[in-house]
Structure formats: C-alpha cells, structure tokens
C-alpha cells in the first residue's frame, strides 16, 4: 500500500523533497497520520493542519491506500 505526501513551508527539510513536490511512500494498514510524523522525525508541534484528499484530519486518522495527504506548518505574517 502507498499514499502521496506533500509537505509545505519548512517541513520540506523533515521528508528531503521540495515545497509541495509529491513523494510516495510505502504503509501498512495501521499507519496513522501522527506515525507518519514520527517516521520522518517531524515534531507534531510543526503540523497544524493536515488534509487527506483534500479534508481536515486529526492526526490519529488511519491512512488508507492512495490516500493523498498534505502537511502545514503554523503560518504567520501579518
């Protein structure tokens, strides 16, 4: 099973793959989006939003196959 990450504004530096550049990697059916994380050393404290095919998920949401996630930062500016 696989899914297609893509990851936003410095958490590019976590996974080796350029802003928004898709990257695939290879799950089992148990994986969770906070395992995820943690397979790529990413603080959870960096991620405030992730979305699976393009919805708001909490990070305990089981990944499924094919699934499409996205992570984001905190963002700031003003």
Known sequence: ???ELRVYTGLEKYVGVRHGEMTTVAIDGT???ADLLHRFDIPPAEVTSA???GRHKELDYRLQDK???SLFPP???G
């Open 1 to 3: 099973m696989h899914i």
């Open 51 to 53: 979305l699976v095919n």
């Open 75 to 77: 963002v700031g500016g």
């Open 67 to 69: 699934d499409r996630v």
């Open 31 to 33: 994986l969770t989006i």
